[in-house]
């Protein structure tokens, strides 16, 4: 098999619109052909300039560098590149980050408004919002390095941040939230250590009313 045949061969096996990382590819054929990192990384770029040039993989489109996708035609046109899946490799992959913002409150059922933008919290984020202009999204760093253990605690507490600064539409949106915090099993005294340290005073007073919804 040659690298041009191993490189069209593993690209057949992503899905359609999935991100190909030619760094990914690189790892790959190292470990195949016994190549150094910087030898496979040189192979896959001439295989893959080879394909976008040549008819061979008429599908292949460059999203921007480094990161390619399989196109497919349909009725309302050509598909393009998985945007949730570039958001989470980049910004969420290691229980780096969350979505938070006016999307999470719609997902939770607190409002019918529809964000025009989305925005996640993400230990890859500087030290201010600043705006993904080729993924459409904006980032923001967390009030504390998420981890696996206190994400989902700084997510819901975002939301607590949030609803008082939204137009929150639910009819009762504490119970909600408070249905929320027991359906995925969070600890209120977590939650209120979590958010003396970190958040502010309102979010406080609103975590303590939320947990007089419990049933």
């Known amino acids: 098999m040659t690298y041009m045949d191993f490189v069209e061969n593993r690209i057949q096996d992503y899905d359609f619109g999935a991100p190909v ?19 496979a990384s040189a192979a896959v770029a001439v295989a893959v300039k080879r394909l976008m040039d040549g008819k061979g993989m008429s599908e292949l489109r460059f999203f921007q560098k480094g990161i390619y996708y399989r196109a ?4 309302f046109g050509e598909t393009g590149i998985n945007k949730d899946a570039l958001i989470a490799d980049k910004y969420l992959a290691g229980d780096n ?24 919290a993400t230990n890859k984020a500087a030290n201010c919002i600043r705006a993904d202009k080729a993924l459409g999204i904006l980032i923001c760093p967390p ?16 939301a607590i941040d949030t609803i ?9 949106p504490y119970r909600l939230i408070a249905s929320h915090i027991q359906n995925i099993g969070l600890d209120y005294g977590e939650l209120l250590s979590i958010a003396g340290k970190y958040y502010n005073r309102n979010t406080v007073f609103t975590l303590a009313q939320i947990a007089g919804e419990r049933n």
């Open 72 to 75: 497919k035609m349909t009725p």
């Open 21 to 39: 990382y030619t760094s990914s590819l690189a790892q790959s054929m190292a470990e195949e052909f016994q190549l150094s990192q910087k030898e």
């Open 143 to 158: 009030k504390v390095k998420i981890s696996a253990k206190n994400k989902r605690y700084l997510q819901m507490l975002d």
């Open 164 to 172: 008082g600064k939204a137009p929150v539409d639910a009819e009762n």
């Open 97 to 120: 980050g969350y979505e938070t913002g006016l999307a999470l409150l719609h997902r939770m059922g607190l409002t019918t408004q529809i964000p025009a933008q989305r925005v996640f």
